[in-house]
């Protein structure tokens, strides 16, 4: 479904380019949650950016099935942001129902098919009580989740999300992070996401993409990386320790 070739991301500058990721390579396939690990400042946002065609790639490829026009690419990929939607005097209902402008005529005009994704996507992210409420009145978790019910009625087969259990609680994360797992064993989709949520992701993650902050990154499964005492390394820091046996962090008494 997604892959990347031989990779570069970063910024340009006026001298020289700024490099994040000097070549990175993996594929996310159908039916695969893959998450991508890595401590502040280590590119994970300009990766997921990058791949999603909001940043410009200094080098490699991104390949998504095949795209001619931004309406079809629209039909492939639904993308979470933590920016915020500029139009805060909409509602809800409305907000979750512009996911389904790929799939609509030129007048936007929904289909009893259309109504119905819709209504899934607000259950699916149990957001039924807000879908009245403008988004000015919403809370920073419940605006997430607005957003990603908004991705889940575009019904994409490709779903990327930067940091989208950011502002949520613990119940609210897990449950977050049990429907991207959901919907891509039971729906099939491919699903790329970032987070800070390291022993969550090493729970529920089929594929973990961690980024050193070395322009490198170590691809595998979460049993995989900590074996091999990457993810140990990638977060060491004076007073912490990682539990390789149980996936944890602790404090050095």
């Known amino acids: 479904m997604l892959k990347i070739s031989n990779l570069q991301t970063?910024?340009?500058?006026?001298?020289?380019?700024?490099?994040?990721?000097?070549?990175?390579?993996?594929?996310?396939?159908?039916?695969?949650?893959?998450?991508?690990l890595g401590r502040n400042g280590t590119g994970k946002t300009t990766l997921l950016r990058t791949i999603a065609g909001l940043h410009t790639a200094l080098n490699g490829n991104v390949?998504?099935?095949?795209?001619?026009?931004?309406?079809?690419?629209?039909?492939?990929?639904?993308?979470?942001?933590?920016?915020r939607f500029r139009l805060s005097y909409f509602h809800v209902k409305d907000v979750v129902a512009l996911g389904r402008y790929p799939h609509t005529n030129y007048f936007g005009n929904l289909k009893e098919k259309d109504k119905k994704t819709i209504q899934n996507a607000i259950e699916l992210t149990n957001?039924?009580?807000?879908?009245?409420?403008?988004l000015a009145q919403l809370s920073d978790g419940e605006?997430?989740?607005?957003?990603?019910?908004?991705?889940?009625?575009?019904?994409?087969?490709?779903?990327l999300l930067d940091e989208p259990t950011a502002h949520l609680d613990l119940v609210n994360r897990i449950a977050i992070?049990?429907?991207?797992k959901k919907l891509s064993k039971e729906n099939g989709k491919a699903v790329l996401c970032t987070t800070h949520e390291v022993e969550l992701a090493l729970q529920i993650?089929?594929?973990?993409?961690?980024?050193?902050?070395?322009?490198?990154?170590?691809i595998g499964t979460a049993k995989q990386l900590v074996e091999q005492g990457h993810i140990e390394n990638a977060y060491a820091a004076e007073g912490?320790?990682?539990?390789?046996?149980?996936?944890?962090?602790?404090?050095v008494k």
């Open 10 to 36: 970063g910024f340009q500058h006026k001298k020289s380019p700024i490099i994040l990721l000097e070549s990175i390579n993996f594929q996310v396939k159908k039916g695969e949650l893959c998450i991508i």
């Open 63 to 83: 390949e998504i099935d095949s795209k001619k026009s931004e309406k079809q690419a629209s039909k492939k990929m639904a993308v979470v942001t933590t920016e």
């Open 127 to 134: 957001i039924k009580h807000l879908i009245h409420k403008p």
């Open 143 to 159: 605006y997430q989740k607005v957003m990603i019910a908004r991705a889940l009625a575009q019904d994409t087969p490709l779903l």
């Open 177 to 180: 992070f049990q429907l991207l």
């Open 205 to 218: 993650a089929d594929k973990i993409v961690l980024l050193t902050g070395e322009k490198q990154a170590h």
């Open 240 to 251: 912490v320790f990682f539990d390789s046996k149980s996936g944890r962090f602790g404090m």
